[in-house]
């Protein structure tokens, strides 16, 4: 009986271990602000539409002086921005989130594009959007 009793013992020290250590690489979350970058094939966009997405969107900000926003949420976890000007490839918007350290918890999509003569571009091949902490996490 002294052996199974000790035998339980141990298991619930080792179970009591595991959860302590578990507990101690869990950060809580940290808000933060992301990047929001355009990738690009053309050297003539006028205007993008992004739609991203991710847990509790937030505020944005323009990453270029040169850039025009308008942008709106559509939800708390979407949120559809236009960019305006000579549009490059580069970073388009830095967006304020919850948790900094979720960063994989968001995708964007180029839902429009037209070129500085205001043609709708139908051939958005190429075309993408990457989202990365602005702040170390």
């Known amino acids: 009986m002294n052996r199974t009793r000790s035998l339980w013992v141990g298991a ?5 271990a595991v959860g302590i250590s578990c507990r101690d690489t869990i950060e809580p979350p940290r ?3 992301v990047t929001v970058s355009l990738a ?3 050297a003539d ?3 993008v539409l992004i739609t991203v997405t991710g847990p509790g969107v937030g505020t944005l900000a323009p990453a270029n002086s040169s850039y025009t926003i308008f942008w709106r949420l559509v939800s708390t976890t979407e949120l559809r921005a236009i960019v305006l000007g ?3 490839a580069g970073p388009l918007f830095t967006m304020r989130v919850p948790d ?3 960063v ?3 995708a964007g999509t180029v839902t ?3 070129n500085r003569t205001d043609e709708l571009q139908e051939d958005r091949a190429g075309y993408g959007v990457q989202i990365a902490a602005a702040e170390a996490p």
């Open 100 to 102: 900094i350290g979720n």
């Open 12 to 16: 619930l020290v080792a179970v009591a």
């Open 112 to 114: 429009q594009v037209a």
């Open 104 to 106: 994989s918890g968001y």
């Open 45 to 47: 966009d006028g205007a």
């Open 40 to 42: 690009t094939p053309r």
């Open 86 to 88: 000579n549009v490059v």
């Open 31 to 33: 808000e933060g602000t």
